[in-house]
């Protein structure tokens, strides 16, 4: 820099001279001599035809260098004064500003600062005259009025003398940047937000899950895909008698709770097709022998990204216990309105036919003409001393308690053979004997049942009545050769269906109803019970022939 330069005030200084004390300072600003040339691309790189010319060397060729640099370069760079009046900008600050350079010399730059920034640029005088840099953002205004976001590093600068003469200005225009950082602040923060939310959502439903695991009156259990116990709510305890940590861990087989290892079977088997079970009975034993029966509902969850079954169980062992008491007192009523039918109505009954055809006979000895309606009067008291039989037959059968189930059903065969005309057998190739006369009555009014909707229903020609022993139990089937179970009743599930199904249960037997791919109905009632079944000795393959007195059917159809 020149003594002459010194003299002279920064904003007498012409471009030139600002050059040229900028080569002067090469040595002190070589920071930003990598920044700019690391900043300035190959496409503002010296032109052909300067190149042409023949090779400058010393103080010129660097003078030319930074000319380049400075003026074609995409750096912002300016000059100002300790008070903010601009001395110099190159083309890149006045272009991006959308002024002419000269428009822009002497007037301060707080003019074109945002009116968010001005006030803060006092500040920023002093902190420049105290410390040698400063950086940071600010945000300019162009003149077409849009507010473009700068990042700058200024350094003051100093005279040969020592003396405060300007401040350097390297700036870049980092707009682009810093909306594409608030545009992912902002997404970051709804981002944020709905994790907040979403994260505050499940904890309330998983506050609200153990509210309602701990407080819910039905046992709860979770499991593994292999039945392993993972926790147990506290109804759980209660009913069962084992402890939380008694179970954990081990499976229910390993703890024996089925009464009837089938139906274990049974809920793992329909779970495993369909992912899902709803309302299947069954019983348990608990910690201390008794028995209750539950009924099961199971899901599928998943509990720390591993599938696992969710159980929920309700205690219905009283309701069974009173459904089981109002179907006994049931039974006895029909047993005393069959007893009285027969006993006393029966002998009523009896007792006119014998005066009406004693009647009868004395008319026709006088050759009275009412001796034929008197007649016919003691036609009309027989058949309903037969009908009243029949009743009293289908209330109470005395084959059933005094020779057992298979004599019973044959019976009761024959009596559907004798009033429908169609064919009606009973197979069994042993004696099954049955300790228990409420499970045998059960057994008997669902094949009851069971006959009453072929014939009704399904119109069937043929139907045979199977007993088949199993191992501790049997399997009781009733098939017709009908036009199969109605849809339509097997969608609202009748009230007879529901007492067969209940009937069934009473007594801890499984009843399954089958539709035939060519027509026809199975129902298949299976009791697997050895304390209540035992076995006699063979018989041959029978069935009922002569006529009995016949099945009553006025009952709700299933």
Not at 306 to 321: K, W
Not at 323 to 352: A, F, K, P, V, W
Not at 454 to 471: D, E, K, M, P, Y
Not at 533 to 551: C, E, F, G, K, R
Request: hydrophobic letters at 40%; proline letters at 3%; charged letters at 20%.
């Amino acid at each position: 820099m020149t003594v002459e330069g010194c003299c002279m005030s920064d904003a007498e200084k012409t471009a030139e001279q600002l050059v040229q004390e900028l080569v002067a300072l090469r040595q002190r600003c070589a920071t930003l001599e990598a920044a700019l040339c690391s900043s300035a691309p190959r496409a503002h790189a010296v032109p052909r035809q300067r190149a042409a010319t023949p090779r400058a060397t010393g103080t010129e060729q660097d003078s030319t260098w930074y000319r380049q640099v400075v003026e074609d370069g995409p750096g912002l760079i300016c000059l100002h004064d300790l008070d903010g009046v601009l001395l110099y900008v190159n083309q890149a600050v006045a272009r991006t500003l959308g002024y002419k350079p000269q428009a822009l010399l002497g007037k301060k730059l707080s003019a074109f600062l945002a009116p968010s920034m001005r006030h803060l640029f006092g500040a920023y005088l002093e902190r420049i005259r105290q410390q040698p840099t400063d950086r940071g953002q600010l945000r300019v205004v162009t003149k077409d009025g849009q507010e473009r976001v700068w990042a700058y590093h200024n350094v003051l600068r100093y005279d040969e003398t020592g003396k405060l003469a300007y401040v350097l200005s390297h700036a870049q225009d980092i707009t682009e940047r810093v909306q594409w950082e608030e545009a992912l602040q902002q997404v970051h923060a709804e981002l944020e937000s709905c994790v907040a939310e979403r994260t505050a959502e499940l904890q309330r439903a998983q506050e609200r899950f153990v509210k309602a695991f701990q407080a819910s009156p039905d046992a709860i259990i979770i499991t593994s895909m292999d039945g392993r116990y993972i926790d147990v709510n506290p109804s759980f305890q209660r009913l069962s008698g084992y402890s939380r940590d008694e179970v954990i861990g081990r499976t229910s087989r390993e703890l024996d709770r089925w009464v009837n290892p089938r139906d274990r079977a049974t809920v793992a088997r329909l779970f495993l097709e369909q992912g899902v079970v709803y309302d299947f009975e069954a019983r348990f034993w608990t910690k201390a022998g008794a028995m209750c029966e539950m009924l099961l509902s199971v899901e599928r969850i998943e509990l720390d990204g591993s599938p696992c079954a969710l159980t929920i169980a309700h205690d219905v062992t009283e309701r069974r216990q009173l459904e089981r008491e109002i179907i006994e007192i049931s039974e006895r009523e029909r047993q005393r309105i069959g007893h009285d039918l027969h006993d006393s109505l029966g002998q009523h009954l009896t007792g006119i036919a014998f005066l009406s055809k004693v009647l009868a006979q004395r008319l026709q000895a006088r050759g009275s003409a009412e001796a034929t309606e008197a007649a016919q009067i003691v036609d009309f008291v027989n058949q309903a001393i037969v009908q009243a039989r029949k009743l009293a037959e289908g209330l109470a059968p005395v084959t059933l308690e005094t020779y057992g189930l298979v004599f019973a059903l044959q019976e009761l065969a024959a009596n559907v053979q004798a009033l429908f005309h169609i064919s009606c057998q009973v197979t069994s190739d042993r004696a099954i004997h049955i300790a228990d006369h409420a499970v045998v009555m059960h057994l008997y009014r669902i094949v009851q049942e069971a006959v009453n909707n072929a014939v009704q229903h399904g119109r069937a020609q043929h139907i045979t009545i199977t007993l088949t022993v199993l191992q501790g139990g049997f399997t009781l089937m009733v098939h017709d050769d009908g036009v199969g179970f109605p849809a339509t009743i097997a969608q609202r599930h009748g009230m007879g269906l529901r007492i067969m199904r209940h009937r069934a249960r009473m007594i801890g037997a499984t009843l399954e109803i089958q539709r035939g791919a060519h027509g026809g109905t199975s129902v298949i009632c299976t009791l697997d019970n050895p304390a209540l079944v035992s076995v006699d000795q063979a018989l041959s393959s029978t069935h009922s022939t002569h006529a009995l007195s016949p099945l009553p059917l006025g009952q709700e159809p299933g």
